[in-house]
């Protein structure tokens, strides 16, 4: 960590720590906050840590490598694009932990850099001499035989030389549009004689509809890279010209969008609109092989407007996530174990799913508990001749949705059927915008939430007429509905028929659809009506409960924390004495183990086979436990700027197996899980002399007999 990450906020206590009583001495001493994009990168080394971790199956350590390229895209998409605005704009503002946004990106590079090195150390030297030694085999170019490169001259003519558009810069050609995220070559090109003196530039875009590994022959398990063949034919594409090495490049566009709704007249075409923008963004990143000439690194990102602190050389190849392909294999020998997900008990029956929520809640773990169960719902919702009405909120639902389908059905049967489609959801708007004009199409009543706001709930409701009644059916999540993603998240799902619940969901779409500016519900906590408030007062009820000596204990399980006021109130009922453990899988700009602040505060984050993505929270409550579930992190965005819930596990079985299942397996984990210390770093749990091993993932699918 830089000095300037390292140094000390000098922090207002009356403004910035109201109702923390520090010592004097901590108080020009003690950094209170850690920093977000710093804290989100060591959540990324930890998933680079699990590619380069050798217990890892081979294809899984690739999958990881894959994921931490493609979570730095987006973090510099979003985040590093926000901070060299702000640096650009002279923002002067310092950031919750007290750097500013030039210090911040310093930090980054200098935090980044090194490793990028170990990415591609453990490539280049691990992964892919592994995949060889299995078969798995990428060749250079320059190592094929003659007769494998005559074999892919024939390929290259008739597949990858029509769509190959060489761009020339000279004075009647300027530097040409480079796309976000695409991979390039660069060459310079002698005109030969006739022609202006000296080289010119030469930009050849490597065709994404070009499958990266190119098969060597009739393999399928032998490639070599389609930049290199589209290298080694350069000359075709310059005829009379003197075309020199090719050198691969990659560059990363601002991707933030920036958005008036109070201004739109019409969201779903602004949004279309802001799309197309998109694709115009400024240059942040600019990645090149460790091959190219300083001389082209300096000229590229010369033309790019960007800093020698902008590029990033790497030894090795561009875009890892392109060799997905490769872990898509049918090779169970190199993955972990395959395991089939199962239905809960409740619904391992013949009865019909209505019929047993009429008797009992059913709580979803999954991946562990198929996510069929929750497509099964909505299906059986759709095709049941008693259900009047349907609403579901659709964040990521996926390119092939069954559970836009069943709306759909829903629609043609004449049923009531509102569809909450948020159109802002972060690189999933073209999908979104598709699933909205489709709905539409067939009747289904579809809006966009509300001005200002995500809508990043997960809710679905089903009327159904029963004897002449109507009865509501519930279901609320932590994770989208999107059955690709279930299968590799980790999310909990609540069926229930709850009244109380039941009545607030409804009220909640009014919310949503109407112009109901509800602030009072029954058993749900809503932001950004009342859900930080509930968060609050539940933290300080923990406070009273410890001051009489009562049952206290926070447990709280999240993707991130960030939000000031909630790790404010965190610290204060740390110093009470209160034990707080939490489980947070990336971003936590709290300190834990801070004496006099946050010693009786333990973070740990485990990042495995599955994407934790659940929000759990637990409190002792004097004795009268209380579990919560839902879709709100604890930072500003979900507390002040989305539309999230957060609903109560009240059948005391459910909230057992909720607590000591799971939350108390996360906790015991020492296999995938590493324990945040007070400088920032995070280690792994090491199991004591007498512990045996315990990895939470592996213990949930031999506990739901995943084969």
Not at 400 to 405: A, E, L, M, Q, W
Request: net charge negative; glycine share 6%; with cysteine.
């Amino acid at each position: 960590m830089t000095e300037s990450a390292n140094k000390p906020r000098q922090l207002n206590q009356e403004a910035e720590v109201k109702n923390i009583t520090l010592p004097k001495t901590l108080f020009l001493q003690t950094q209170l906050l850690f920093n977000r994009e710093l804290s989100w990168l060591e959540f990324n080394r930890r998933v680079l840590e699990e590619g380069l971790d050798r217990r890892q199956p081979l294809l899984e350590r690739l999958n990881f490598l894959s994921i931490f390229s493609s979570n730095l895209d987006e973090f510099f998409m979003i985040r590093v694009s926000g901070l060299k605005q702000q640096m650009e704009a002279g923002v002067s503002e310092l950031s919750p932990d007290g750097m500013l946004p030039a210090a911040q990106l310093k930090a980054i590079n200098e935090k980044l850099r090194p490793m990028l090195e170990e990415q591609v150390r453990c490539l280049n030297d691990e992964v892919l001499p592994g995949m060889a030694s299995n078969g798995i085999i990428i060749t250079p170019y320059r190592g094929l035989s003659d007769r494998e490169r005559r074999e892919l001259n024939t390929y290259f003519i008739e597949s990858v030389f029509p769509v190959l558009t060489p761009l020339a810069v000279d004075r009647g050609h300027p530097f040409p549009y480079i796309s976000n995220l695409s991979l390039n070559l660069g060459v310079m090109v002698d005109m030969g004689p006739g022609g202006e003196s000296g080289g010119r530039f030469a930009r050849v875009k490597v065709p994404p509809i070009v499958p990266r590994l190119v098969p060597i022959g009739k393999s399928d398990t032998n490639f070599t890279l389609l930049e290199e063949l589209i290298a080694a034919h350069i000359e075709t594409l310059f005829p009379g010209m003197n075309a020199g090495q090719c050198h691969a490049f990659r560059v990363t566009r601002d991707a933030d969008i920036e958005m008036k709704e109070e201004e739109a007249g019409d969201l779903l075409r602004m949004m279309e609109e802001q799309l197309r923008r998109r694709r115009f963004g400024a240059y942040v990143r600019l990645e090149v092989a460790a091959s190219m000439p300083g001389e082209m690194v300096r000229y590229i990102a010369g033309s790019l407007g960007l800093s020698v602190d902008d590029v990033y050389t790497i030894p090795g190849p561009l875009n890892i996530p392109d060799f997905a392909s490769v872990y898509k294999m049918n090779r169970p020998d190199l993955k972990h174990k395959v395991f089939m997900p199962v239905h809960p008990a409740a619904l391992s029956t013949d009865e019909p799913i209505f019929e047993v929520l009429k008797k009992q809640d059913v709580l979803f773990h999954h991946p562990y508990d198929t996510f069929s169960s929750v497509v099964d719902f909505v299906s059986a919702a759709a095709a049941d001749p008693s259900v009047v009405a349907i609403k579901m909120t659709l964040y990521r639902a996926g390119k092939d949705s069954p559970i836009v389908h069943s709306l759909v059905e829903a629609a043609e049967q004449g049923k009531q059927v509102a569809a909450l489609v948020e159109l802002k959801a972060r690189f999933d708007e073209e999908n979104n915008i598709s699933w909205a004009r489709q709905l539409e199409q067939v009747g289904v009543h579809v809006v966009y939430g509300i001005v200002g706001l995500k809508t990043h709930c997960k809710i679905a409701l089903v009327v159904r007429r029963e004897n002449g009644l109507l009865r509501r059916y519930v279901h609320i999540g932590t994770g989208n509905y999107n059955p690709t993603t279930a299968r590799i998240y980790e999310d909990l799902g609540l069926l229930t028929t709850n009244e109380a619940i039941a009545a607030d969901v409804s009220d909640v779409f009014n919310y949503l659809t109407g112009y109901s500016r509800q602030t009072e519900f029954r058993r749900l906590l809503v932001a950004p009506v009342n859900l930080r408030d509930r968060l609050l007062a539940m933290i300080d009820r923990e406070v009273e409960h410890q001051k009489a000596q009562r049952p206290a204990r926070i447990v709280a399980k999240l993707n991130s924390l960030t939000d000031t006021k909630i790790i404010r109130a965190l610290y204060y009922a740390s110093q009470s004495g209160v034990e707080i453990d939490l489980i947070v899988r990336g971003i936590c700009t709290l300190i834990p183990g801070v004496s006099g602040l946050s010693s009786n505060i333990r973070v740990i984050s485990i990042v495995g086979r599955f994407l934790e993505h659940s929000r759990i929270f637990y409190f002792a409550n004097g004795g009268d436990e209380e579990v919560y579930i839902g879709s709100a992190d604890w930072m500003l965005r979900n507390l002040e700027r989305r539309v999230e819930l957060i609903a109560p596990i009240d059948d005391p079985k459910l909230r057992a197996r909720v607590k000591t299942e799971m939350l108390d397996s996360y906790l015991k984990d020492n296999v995938k899980a590493r324990r945040l210390s007070s400088d920032g770093s995070y280690t792994r749990v090491v199991s004591g002399d007498h512990d045996a091993e315990f990895d939470a993932q592996s213990s949930f699918c031999d506990s739901h007999s995943c084969g």
